[in-house]
């Protein structure tokens, strides 16, 4: 919880900073070199300890790859429901929901294949969905069971909620939201892309 709220304060001082004009306009290389150097050392701490990484795979063997696909159509069923709730059509809302929290790829194929709106709705969301994985990781950890943070997480198991999930649930599950991430984030150009044949 505490990692949560110093997450959640860090952001909002990162928006009052850049609005009041004290950080210079935000580049996208320096996100990027961020991302870097995070999974350096997420890199580093899985080399200090190669031996626990393999018991994630011989725990699940097989069913490592169920974890993915229940993501995915965990996703999809969750995005159906809302559509009965929802001013969008099922196409879109279920589309803005297989970007699975890769915000930037799906804004973007979807500003193409269903216009700025969707597109835009598409960032927020998604945006949304990560931001919520990486303030709540130790709650759902904790409420929720191991494997729920990184379903969470979505494709951004992979690289921006890697290391809070490392830390949270320990260097084990690193390869198991790897492999997630690399599965979920393969299927969102395909998923949406086949929504709209």
């Known amino acids: 919880m505490k990692n949560s709220l110093i997450i959640l304060l ?3 001082a990162g928006v009052i900073l850049s609005y ?3 950080i210079p306009q935000y580049n996208e290389s320096i996100g990027l070199y961020t991302l870097y150097l995070l999974m350096f050392l997420v890199g580093i701490g899985i080399g200090c300890d190669l031996s626990s990484l393999s ?11 169920l974890i993915p696909l229940a993501t995915i159509a965990g996703t999809i069923i969750a995005c159906c429901l809302f559509a009965l709730f929802s001013p969008l059509p099922l196409r879109e809302t279920v589309a803005i929901g297989c970007g699975f929290g890769y915000y930037s790829l799906s804004a973007i194929l979807l500003n193409e294949l269903a216009g700025a709106d969707i597109g835009t709705i598409a960032l927020i969301c998604n945006l ?6 990486l303030l ?4 759902l950890a904790r409420y929720c069971g191991k494997l729920a943070p990184i379903a969470a997480a979505g494709a951004t198991s992979i690289d921006t909620t890697l290391p809070l999930i490392g830390h949270t649930l320990g260097e084990k599950y690193i390869v198991i939201a790897i492999f997630h991430g690399i599965v979920v984030d ?5 998923l949406i892309t086949l929504l709209y044949l």
């Open 128 to 133: 949304s969905r990560e931001l919520f994985t």
């Open 55 to 65: 018991s994630p795979v011989k725990k699940y063997r097989f069913r490592i790859v």
């Open 10 to 12: 860090c952001f909002i």
């Open 20 to 22: 009041k004009g004290f």
């Open 136 to 139: 709540t990781i130790p709650l």
């Open 186 to 190: 393969m299927s969102v150009p395909l």
